[in-house]
């Protein structure tokens, strides 16, 4: 059976594309031989990031005016509790799953989220019944993506990345996700197209078997200072595009 997300996302796309169609540094020093460090060359190093609230990363995610092309939603508190609770059944893959369930990776001190769908091409005035009903069944087809921003404290945002970039390595070979009691065969992770943005990214193509057919999700991963935002998509074709509209909007907002 396809996992909770899965399913809840696919149907979230499902209904938003209707609904679309419905309505139509360095430092130099001067050297001076005798001189004594003065009271600003001694500075201790600087504090340590402080992770931000969820309502400070709130204000942060992606909105509306920021993707025109899309369709965004608020992510449901049922989604973010299913995601709390996703586990795998390699230790190793937790984090991949994580990540694809809206779940903060490792220990975050704040966590936001929301949807992204892509809006489909909406068919002429005067388009035929059936060039309305493939619009309909092309609007079906449209990515829909899920961002999840998580804040750290310290190094937490470096460690979680870590942890992200060594899973994708150690589960190439695939793994099983299970939220809300529903279990998701991956049958493999293999690297996406590359994504340049913040301070580190990562991107992966999410292979799965979801009711014997073939799934493919596509898993963005990017750094920024103390912040990471994940990018989950999928679509109802089995096929999803990498969301690079969506994660591009979200880095500029990040700063």
């Known amino acids: 059976m396809r996992t909770a997300f899965v399913r809840r996302t696919v149907l979230t796309a499902s209904a938003v594309s209707l609904a679309v169609l419905a309505t139509a540094c360095g430092s130099s020093e001067g050297k001076k031989e005798d001189a004594k460090p003065s009271a600003g060359a001694a500075t201790s190093a600087a504090p340590a990031a402080k992770a931000k609230t969820d309502a400070e990363l709130a204000g942060l995610l992606v909105a509306q005016a920021d993707l025109p092309q899309h369709v965004v939603k608020p992510a449901t508190p049922a989604e973010a509790a299913a995601g709390a609770g996703a586990t795998s059944d390699k230790p190793e893959c937790l984090p ?3 990540a694809q369930s809206m779940a903060p990776v490792g220990s975050a001190g704040g966590t936001a989220r929301t949807k992204a769908v892509a809006k489909p091409k909406e068919p002429a005035a005067d388009a035929s019944p059936e060039e309305k009903l493939k619009a309909a069944m ?3 087809g449209g990515t829909a993506t899920a961002v999840t921003l998580s ?3 310290g190094k937490g945002a470096e460690e979680a990345f870590a942890l992200l970039k060594s899973a994708g390595t150690a589960c190439a070979g695939g793994y099983t996700g299970t939220q809300d009691g529903e279990a998701l065969k991956i049958q493999k992770v293999a690297p996406g197209a590359a994504v340049t943005a913040g301070d ?3 991107a992966y193509t999410v292979v ?5 057919e073939k799934l493919s999700m596509e898993l963005v991963v990017v750094r920024k200072g103390n912040a990471l935002a994940t990018f989950s998509a999928v679509s109802l074709t089995g096929t999803a595009e990498q969301p690079k509209a ?3 909007a979200q880095v500029k907002k990040l700063g």
């Open 246 to 248: 969506v994660v591009d």
């Open 138 to 140: 092309d609007a079906l």
């Open 96 to 98: 991949l799953v994580k």
């Open 200 to 202: 580190e990214a990562l």
């Open 151 to 153: 804040s750290y404290d």
């Open 208 to 212: 799965g078997d979801a009711d014997g």
